[in-house]
């Protein structure tokens, strides 16, 4: 296979182009580790990152399958004449470790954002419960002092 050379380049930039979208996502978990240490929460902008570190992983998913796709036409290739394609090989090695590493990375601070905001969402949903209470106990105060306004009115006979 005289085409496989060129392949592994596509295999190289592939990986490379993941290497890239990681750093990006490495970038958004910075940003959202910022948010969750602010005071208060902006859902606005969490909601941002969130919606940007999407688009991200849509890419990683649509490279990962090209990637597999190339890599089953050249595997024989790879396996059969490893020293025909060996710097590729190497260069393919090192940046799947370093992908691999990056991988390791997002998923440990993405664990600890999730933590961090799951913390401010458990404040606001206990802002929300007091809230309800107080607007409860301020609803029935206004109906026994309605219901006290009602009081109908009562004869007394003053004879004795």
Do not use: C, W
């Not at 190289?12 to 979208?21: C, E, F, G, H, T």
């Not at 902006?42 to 890419?59: A, G």
């Not at 209470?133 to 007394?156: E, G, H, I, W």
Request: aromatic share 6%; proline share 2%; hydrophobic share 35%.
């Amino acid at each position: 296979m005289e085409y496989s050379v060129d392949y592994v380049q596509v295999l190289i930039d592939s990986l490379q182009k993941k290497v890239k979208l990681l750093n990006n996502i490495i970038q958004i978990d910075e940003e959202q580790r910022q948010l969750a240490a602010a005071q208060k929460l902006d859902l606005e902008q969490l909601d941002d990152t969130v919606n940007r570190k999407s688009e991200y992983i849509d890419e990683l998913n649509k490279l990962d399958e090209g990637f597999q796709l190339i890599y089953d036409r050249v595997k024989p290739s790879l396996q059969g004449e490893p020293e025909k394609h060996k710097e590729g090989i190497v260069k393919l090695k090192q940046l799947i470790s370093e992908i691999t590493d990056k991988s390791v990375a997002i998923q440990a601070e993405e664990e600890r954002n999730r933590q961090a905001i799951a913390g401010h969402f458990a404040s606001y949903k206990k802002e929300i419960r007091q809230f309800k209470a107080s607007r409860d106990a301020t609803s029935n105060y206004y109906k026994s002092m309605n219901k006290l306004q009602n009081v109908q009115p009562v004869f007394m006979d003053k004879k004795k």
